[in-house]
């Protein structure tokens, strides 16, 4: 089950060559006696979009810290455009990585283009004597970062909410800000937690424009979720970690048909998956009877209550329905 099949997609014809914007080699994160993250690879290709999917405690966000320098790796190294990273946040924003958390964590209490001038301040040279003065060059780069603040709002279709404080946008406009402010740092490469965590189908859908958009600025993109429907819609690629380690790597549909993925995480329907234990009960009495539909009456309408037809796509830890992600 541990067996690391990786396909890589296909270079369409006629494309762009694609470099590496960030190569992770051998990555082993261990807390104590627990392995979190075992010896994964994983590349990034510039104009690329990939996910990275798994259950609960697969060592996905582990993985994440890895990248970012919260975490220095126990082994293994993390390369960003051909430099090795320092294992420092800040120095790793600096280099051109930006992340948006699982939680999301904003300046609730700054308003909207406070929070995204927060992110821009790796890009501002500007030191604390500049800033004490307020000399003219100081009120250039000033000037200068909030009309980079503000293109990034329009691009977040957040503009007009500029002045509102950060604790007052719905749930959904919360998560685009922290895109924005992600983005203020001039990234080119772009990691999301989880960034339809608790979003509706059209915040979802929404959510999936801005990354498409994100990407079509040049900006590549790592995505961890749990709703396969928007990562399988989404990507170029899919790694799906288990128990810390790279399963399988590919393609949409070779992932999603990969019988050990399946097992290990798409297979089962999710529990409490609404209508689940009633489909499979009208299953087993419909075979006790030798029953098979024949006609339109016979037959059970699609609805989305049954196993495999759910509307969310959405897993939730140890699985979710692997037909419904074709
Ligand atoms: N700082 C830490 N100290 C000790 N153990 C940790 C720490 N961070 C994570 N772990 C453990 O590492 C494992 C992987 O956790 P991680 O949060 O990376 O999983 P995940 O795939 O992101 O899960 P989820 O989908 O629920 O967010 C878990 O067993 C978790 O308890």
Redo the contacts with the bound molecule.
């Keep these: 089950m541990t067996t690391d099949t990786t396909t890589p997609a296909a270079p369409t014809p006629g494309a762009a060559p694609t470099t590496p914007v960030l190569e992770a080699t051998g990555v082993t994160m261990r807390?104590g006696g627990?392995t979190?993250v075992d010896n994964v690879a994983l590349t990034v290709n510039s104009g690329e979009i990939v996910g990275l999917i798994?259950p609960?405690?697969?060592?996905?966000?582990?993985?994440f810290n890895c990248l970012t320098g919260l975490y220095i790796p126990t082994e293994g190294t993390v390369s960003y455009k051909g430099t090795v990273l320092p294992h420092r946040s800040h120095l790793v924003t600096q280099a051109g990585i930006a992340r948006t958390f699982?939680n999301i964590r904003l300046f609730p209490n700054m308003t909207v283009l406070e929070n995204v001038l927060v992110g821009r301040h790796t890009r501002t040279k500007e030191g604390l004597f500049s800033a004490l003065i307020r000399g003219p060059r100081f009120k250039k780069a000033e000037r200068e970062s909030e009309a980079r603040a503000m293109e990034l709002l329009e691009f977040t279709g957040l503009a007009a909410k500029r002045d509102h404080l950060a604790r007052n946008l719905p749930y959904g406009e919360q998560r685009k800000l922290e895109i924005a402010r992600a983005l203020a740092s001039d990234p080119g490469l772009l990691l999301l937690d989880e960034p339809t965590a608790g979003m509706n189908p059209q915040e979802t859908m929404a959510t999936q424009e801005l990354v498409f958009a994100v990407r079509d600025q040049g900006i590549a993109v790592l995505v961890?979720e749990?709703d396969m429907r928007f990562i399988f819609n989404l990507c170029d690629r899919v790694a799906v970690?288990v128990q810390g380690k790279k399963l399988v790597e590919g393609t949409p549909s070779v992932v999603q048909s990969d019988e050990r993925v399946v097992a290990a995480y798409l297979g089962t329907p999710y529990e409490d998956a609404p209508g689940a234990e009633e489909a499979a009960e009208v299953a087993a009495a419909e075979a006790h009877a030798g029953h098979t539909p024949t006609t339109a009456a016979d037959t059970p309408p699609a609805d989305t209550d049954t196993p495999g037809t759910g509307t969310t796509g959405t897993t939730d830890g140890a699985g979710t329905k692997g037909e419904e992600q074709a």
């Design positions: 807390f627990l979190a798994g609960n405690g697969a060592g996905k966000t582990t993985f699982q961890i749990h970690l």
